[in-house]
Nanobody, 127 residues
Framework: QVHLVDAGGGLVQAGASLRLSCAFSGWNFNGYALGWFRQAPGKEREFVAAISRTSGDTLYADSVKGRFTISKNSAENTAYLQMWSLKPEDTGVYYC????????????????????WGQGTQVTVSS
């Protein structure tokens, strides 16, 4: 059974940086494509970033492109979302998600594509 634990959120001012982590427990971290989503109050969960199982391919939402970086560290069985130049509109609960895949260079951008989810970590950006 796969278990994901999100961490690293907090309250920051606009322009600050945060790094979120997603600790993976289970079998074969390298067999999973991973993604980050966020949900603001009163809004639907939205895609933020995704990475293929080999880490060779990444995809970002237009709203975060150039400011966020998704990565996987196989030695730590952990995925990260590095966020720079945070804006108030980045506020929300951030969730990591994972799905097993045998395809090396594929990432997934819809919530329905993922099997496992972290519990979420709150990010609040004040203006």
């Amino acid at each position: 059974q796969v278990h994901l634990v999100d961490a690293g959120g907090g309250l920051v001012q606009a322009g600050a940086s945060l790094r979120l982590s997603c600790a993976f427990s289970g079998w074969n971290f390298n067999g999973y494509a991973l993604g980050w989503f966020r949900q603001a109050p009163g809004k639907e969960r939205e895609f933020v970033a995704a990475i293929s199982r080999t880490s060779g391919d990444t995809l970002y939402a237009d709203s975060v492109k150039g400011r966020f970086t998704i990565s996987k560290n196989s030695a730590e069985n952990t995925a990260y979302l590095q966020m720079w130049s945070l804006k108030p509109e980045d506020t929300g609960v951030y969730y990591c998600a994972g799905r097993a895949t045998q395809r090396n260079n594929v990432y997934y951008s819809t919530p329905e594509s993922y099997t496992y989810w972290g519990q979420g970590t709150q990010v609040t950006v004040s203006s």
